[in-house]
């Protein structure tokens, strides 16, 4: 038997729990799921979905090795990052919804359906989103109603509106709201032209009208609506009409702060090129297992980590354009790269139930390695971040790295400065080293000679024993 | 716009009859039920009206056959 602890985010659906072993992942099926488990395995519907490339691998360990308190138990391959929605930009959020309706069309055809539609059971596998909850999927009862239809609507369809119809990303909204955003919220907000289309009509304006209309009625109306009826023509149609709604949704075109990046910034094609192969450099020392890119653009230095052999990279970004141009890049390539949307500053928290439900960055880090390559500046210029706290947080974040200096007569730390006070005396290449000497071992540094940037190769200390 | 949509589909839901199952732990929304409701009462009559039509088509190819 095994003893796990359980994750902190897996405990709503009493049928199931998800528990951590080390580094193994395991799957409690509870005797109240074994049914469905059992329905669903039988059919094959885990391999059909598997085969697909819609569902996780899963292995169903030996009964009496598996979990103490399981019927079955179930062993899953490893995500290497755990994202959650109001870390995604438009196009990993379009794409997590697009599986999700196949997900599910393909299980109604088999005769199973999905007992809730909550984004955070759509991971990312590099760019490629994968669903991650087995016994979400339980078998059909023939005129059933879609019982997570709300659940998408709050969690897919509506944030894909704000960008879409609004322009707006709804990330911060999503993240003060681990739910989403209503219907009824989103009927407030979008302009009347958004709701001439059937979609939004039918699954915004008038679910949303309908909701509010119910709000404190009787308990003989409620028994009278867990009568509903759904047909499966039905059904389908509405889960196809949202596919090819959403499918259709273009990205939200906007200036991007960093699009014209690499057309715009004072390197020369030679400083590009030194900096690329000291990331391979260190990356093949260290053969990272998973590491960091923050401030990615749309993840140059990425690729040239997984070239060198880092197995998989996570890129930050505050920009949602870069992201989706790199969602787009690498998925294309089928490269482990998965971009997500971080203001550094602000990091994801550790929120939800018991404040550990959704993990912040700091509780998820886990990298073997990072890169931090023109980024410094602008959490120490931009958002007056003292520079020995800022290498604080960012040696912390991996135990071994790259970090990049751009000192005070960087062209762009001086746009930095144009409009404002230089408050920063301490920002010096000398109070940079000493700062990484402090925490960590300089392993070696690179000077830019162009424009005087320094890139400096760190290893912290390892924990004794 | 919208009281009308209301009002056309809350004509529709009145129609809800038979066991479904129960619901899971997730609860799905009042509205959202409503909703699927009138959406199943709208797909099934478009059924029975294309049940109609073909009667109606049916009885037309008969006197049509007649008639020669």
């Known amino acids: 038997m095994i003893a796990a602890e359980p994750d902190p985010g897996s405990f709503r659906d009493p049928g199931s729990r998800v528990y951590v072993d080390r580094q193994r992942i395991l799957r409690a099926v509870m005797t109240r799921s074994a049914p469905a488990y059992e329905a669903a395995r039988d059919a094959a519907l885990y391999e059909t979905l598997t085969a697909q490339g819609y569902l996780l691998p899963s292995r169903e360990i030996p009964t009496g090795e598996g979990l103490a308190e399981a019927a079955y138990t179930l062993e899953h391959p490893r995500i290497p990052f755990i994202s959650y929605p109001y870390e995604w930009s438009f196009a990993l959020h379009r794409a997590a919804a697009l599986l999700h309706l196949d997900l599910h069309l393909a299980a109604l055809d088999a005769g199973f359906t999905l007992s809730d539609a909550t984004a955070y059971n759509v991971q990312f596998r590099g760019a490629e989103p994968v669903f991650i909850d087995h016994l979400s999927l339980r078998p059909y009862v023939e005129g059933e109603i879609w019982t997570g239809h709300r659940q998408f609507c709050m969690q897919f369809l509506n944030p894909l509106l704000f960008w879409n119809k609004l322009r707006i990303p709804p990330n911060a909204w999503f993240r003060g709201s681990l739910e989403g955003i209503t219907p009824e919220e989103t009927s407030a907000v979008l302009p009347l032209s958004a709701k001439l289309s059937w979609t939004v009509m039918t699954n915004v304006s008038a679910q949303a009208a309908l909701q509010r209309r119910q709000i404190g009625t009787s308990a003989d109306n409620n028994a009278r609506l867990r009568q509903a009826k759904l047909p499966r023509t039905a059904f389908r149609g509405m889960l196809s009409g949202l596919r090819s709604y959403i499918a259709g949704m273009k990205a939200p075109t906007g200036k991007t702060v960093w699009a014209n990046y690499a057309n715009t910034t004072s390197y020369t094609g030679g400083e590009a090129g030194t900096k690329r192969s000291f990331v391979q450099e260190m990356t093949a020392a260290t053969r990272p297992s998973l590491l960091f890119d923050l401030g990615c653009n749309t993840g140059d230095y990425s690729e040239a980590a997984l070239q060198a052999g880092a197995a998989a990279v996570v890129g930050f970004d505050f920009d949602h354009a870069t992201l989706d141009q790199a969602f787009t890049r690498f998925r294309s390539a089928g490269q482990s790269f998965l971009p997500l949307w971080m203001d550094a500053a602000n990091p994801s928290p550790s929120q939800g139930w018991a404040e550990s439900e959704r993990r912040g960055l700091q509780a998820r880090a886990g990298a073997d390695a990072l890169i931090a390559l023109a980024f410094i500046h602008h959490i120490v210029i931009g958002r007056n971040v003292p520079l020995d706290m800022a290498v604080d947080w960012l040696v912390g974040l991996a135990p071994t790295g790259i970090i990049e200096f751009p000192s005070k007569d960087d062209p762009m730390v001086q746009r930095l400065l144009a409009l404002r006070e230089d408050i920063f005396s301490d920002y010096t290449g000398e109070a940079f080293l000493a700062a990484i000497g402090v925490r960590s071992r300089i392993v070696k540094t690179i000077l830019l000679p162009e424009n005087g940037r320094m890139l400096v190769w760190y290893e912290r200390p390892k924990a004794p024993g | ?68």
């Open chain 2, 1 to 68: 716009m919208s009281t009308i949509v209301y009002y056309a589909l809350l004509a529709g839901s009145i129609s809800i009859a038979a066991t479904g199952p129960a619901y899971a732990y997730l609860d799905p929304g009042t509205g959202s039920i409503i909703l699927q409701s009138v959406i199943g009462a709208v797909a099934a009559g478009l059924v029975i009206g294309r049940t109609y039509l073909y009667r109606i088509k049916a009885w037309f190819a008969v006197c049509r056959r007649r008639s020669e």
